[in-house]
């Protein structure tokens, strides 16, 4: 399932021309000008707006699941230098899928 903020996003119609997911750095597909909820909190309040919707290629494949919990470790770690190691791993993994044949 996409994450808001990292593979999902949901901006106000036309503000953005494309996006890039911030796990794997894939261009995001685009969905214009969508009614509906456009995060969890309007989507329970049943709250409806305008929005596109960018979602990564990959958002629900095994791997880019793996490469999105990384991702979050490395925003939450506080050491540099292992989140430095956390940010080689992410890119290894993310390379061992987009660039192979």
């Known amino acids: 399932m996409p994450t808001l ?10 503000k953005y021309e494309s996006m890039t ?5 894939a ?14 909190a309007e989507a329970v309040l049943h709250t409806e707006r305008p929005h596109d919707r960018f979602v990564c290629p ?8 793996d490469a999105l919990r990384l991702r979050r470790e490395i925003n939450h770690e506080v050491d540099p230098l292992l989140a430095r190691a956390l940010e080689v791993r992410l890119m290894w993994l993310v390379r061992g899928y987009l660039d192979a044949p």
Request: aromatic share 14%.
């Open 5 to 14: 903020g990292y593979d999902a996003f949901f901006p106000d119609p036309g």
């Open 21 to 25: 997911c911030r796990v794997c750095g």
């Open 27 to 40: 261009c995001c597909t685009v969905t214009r000008a969508r009614i509906g909820p456009g995060s969890f």
């Open 58 to 65: 990959h958002a629900d494949l095994p791997w880019h699941n």
